[in-house]
């Protein structure tokens, strides 16, 4: 399940190499002598952004035995285009606004997306456990209203 992120990764790298790059570049020329607005750079991370949602919510609703495993797989590959996309477009504009600071401002975006995924799972709540069963047996350890809390 895992390939199609990787394929769908590799076509937006792809496609924003052959015409989002390009398209910026042109730009940069028109802007001469004064360098192009970093928030040229974000035009893709504004049609990658709800890509990524709909593929979070096509992945939910295609995860159903009955459906073909074709269905989620796709929406991986969409997932894979959008979160490369968001992070091409996202890390060009810290380039492009911190110019003279790339290296510092890209090595502190790091540090802070690591602290952030370091402690969201610390201070999150864990998952209630709960037992799938069919109707025909008995749930032992169900979920009752006290462990939500």
Do not use: H
């Not at 730009?27 to 049609?47: F, H, N, Y």
């Not at 990658?48 to 269905?71: D, E, H, K, R």
């Amino acid at each position: 399940m895992f390939v199609p992120i990787a394929i769908g990764g590799t076509l937006s790298v792809i496609l924003y190499v052959l015409i989002i790059n390009p398209r910026f570049e042109r730009l940069v020329e028109k802007c001469q002598p004064d360098s192009a607005p970093p928030e040229a750079r974000l035009g893709v991370t504004v049609i990658a952004g709800p890509l990524f949602a709909i593929s979070f919510f096509w992945f939910a609703w295609t995860s159903f035995p009955s459906i073909s495993f074709w269905a989620p797989m796709l929406s991986g590959g969409m997932m894979g285009f959008a979160i490369c996309w968001i992070f091409l477009g996202l890390f060009n504009y810290i380039v492009d606004a911190y110019l003279a600071v790339a290296a510092s401002a890209m090595a502190s975006n790091t540090v802070i997306r690591s602290l952030f995924g370091f402690a969201f799972p610390i201070w999150s709540n864990p998952a209630p456990k709960v037992q799938i069963c069919t109707i025909e047996e008995e749930c032992r350890g169900s979920v009752s209203e006290g462990d939500l809390d």
